[in-house]
């Protein structure tokens, strides 16, 4: 998934966050599952197999999903420090489109890690209905905890809008 030198060409990963413990002080705070950390791990190493490193990503600050943030990039050797968002917590599929809406266009692959079912709507949203078969049906059979969903976009980040991204590449990660 390496972009071309010279195109407007960018990268959208959407992810889930990995399985975390069924209990926590609060929702907010459930920390991952080991299965969770291993997971993230190898979803990182996926991202990675695939040459897909991030310019920017936006991580909701839940604590498993900033847990699901250091495993994966630890995982995938990225020197990043994520856009850490409360708002994403409980955002709805419109707002974390705003939020990708105003990343600057610098940057060209971009990843999100929040949670259900605002990513999974949101991935459906972006579908532009152009990708493999195969790819659409894995996409729409689901969004299990560790699932990324790869999109190539060609546009301003501001213009990111229904039905405007394809579906490149869709993972459940498993470790």
Do not use: C
Not at 1 to 21: E, S, V
Not at 60 to 80: G, M, P
Not at 91 to 102: F, I, N, Q
Request: proline share 5%; no cysteine.
């Amino acid at each position: 998934m390496q972009l071309p030198a010279g195109t407007t060409t960018r990268l959208i990963a959407l992810m889930r966050h990995t399985k975390a413990q069924q209990h926590g002080p609060t929702d907010f705070d459930r920390p991952l599952a080991d299965r969770g950390r291993r997971d993230a791990a190898a979803a990182g190493a996926w991202l990675s197999d695939q040459g897909f490193e991030p310019d920017h990503a936006i991580v909701s600050a839940a604590l498993r999903t900033r847990e699901t943030w250091a495993s994966l990039a630890a995982a995938a050797d990225w020197d990043l420090d994520p856009e850490l968002d409360p708002g994403f917590y409980a955002a709805g599929a419109e707002t974390a489109l705003d939020l990708v809406r105003v990343v600057d266009d610098d940057v060209r692959r971009l990843l999100l890690i929040g949670h259900n079912p605002t990513i999974g709507v949101l991935a459906q949203v972006l579908d532009d209905g152009d990708s493999d078969p195969d790819l659409a049906g894995q996409l729409l059979s689901g969004y299990p905890t560790g699932a990324v969903a790869v999109f190539e976009y060609d546009g301003a980040w501001a213009d990111l809008a229904a039905g405007s991204a394809r579906l490149v590449a869709f993972h459940v990660a498993r470790g």
